[in-house]
């Protein structure tokens, strides 16, 4: 059960927010609230949150980017032009108001897909990353990857605690084919990164949750946004 939060300063597009909860399979409202600050209680036992932009004292956006750790978002607003800032905080979804049931729903499941790529992310079952080289062989803890980069024939493993990266004879392609598709996406020609590091994006690039920003290149976006968009 997907446990939301519903924000919204107007009574009837918050009751309406209700119903549609009400109405849809496998989601729980833990609160409706008229402002960030009546939210901000429930915070910590929410799945996602439903949030209106335009909010007096503080705005839905303005709200998300406060929170070092928010929960998945799906931005509510009758205003078209805040769509691309939504992509930039890594919003779930954003629903142009009015908005019907089967939008909401299909919003809902863009955020069940998003949570069951966490849990796959998260999984210690097939924690390691086994490579097979001319020279050696390795075995990564995949949790600690912060990113993979590509060289010609070789890569540099970006791992946490580790000054210097693992470099390694290996093809990009192949690495790509062999990590957990579920755990691990490429962006760049010469970058792969995890996917529950990844804690923005902009139109060229993508920012990991320790500050790292990697290019996002123009033949990889459609897939990247296919995965934090749809």
């Not at 499941?109 to 080289?133: C, H, M, W």
């Not at 050696?136 to 995949?142: C, P, V």
């Not at 792969?192 to 976006?221: C, F, K, N």
Request: hydrophobic share 40%; charged share 30%.
């Amino acid at each position: 059960m997907i446990k939301v939060l519903a924000i919204d300063d107007e009574p009837l597009a918050l009751r309406l927010l209700e119903v549609y909860i009400e109405k849809t399979p496998g989601i729980e409202l833990l609160a409706a609230c008229r402002s960030a600050a009546e939210a901000t209680p429930w915070l910590a036992q929410a799945d996602a949150m439903l949030v209106d932009i335009n909010m007096p004292d503080l705005s839905g956006m303005e709200f998300v980017r406060s929170l070092e750790e928010p929960p998945l978002v799906v931005f509510t607003t009758a205003y078209s032009e805040y769509a691309v800032e939504g992509f930039r905080v890594n919003a779930v979804d954003y629903l142009l108001k009015p908005f019907s049931l089967d939008e909401f729903r299909r919003a809902i499941a863009k955020v069940e897909e998003r949570l069951a790529y966490r849990r796959t992310a998260q999984d210690p079952g097939d924690s390691f990353l086994r490579l097979n080289t001319p020279n050696r062989s390795l075995q990564i803890d995949m949790g600690r990857i912060r990113y993979i980069e590509g060289m010609g024939e070789y890569i540099k493993i970006h791992l946490d605690g580790e000054n210097a990266p693992l470099v390694v004879l290996y093809r990009m392609k192949k690495m790509a084919e062999e990590l957990p598709q579920g755990r691990f996406l490429r962006i760049h020609k010469s970058f792969i990164v995890p996917v529950a590091r990844v804690r923005e994006a902009r139109r060229h690039s993508v920012t990991l949750d320790d500050g790292t920003s990697l290019p996002l290149g123009e033949s990889y976006q459609d897939e990247f946004r296919a995965r934090f968009t749809s």
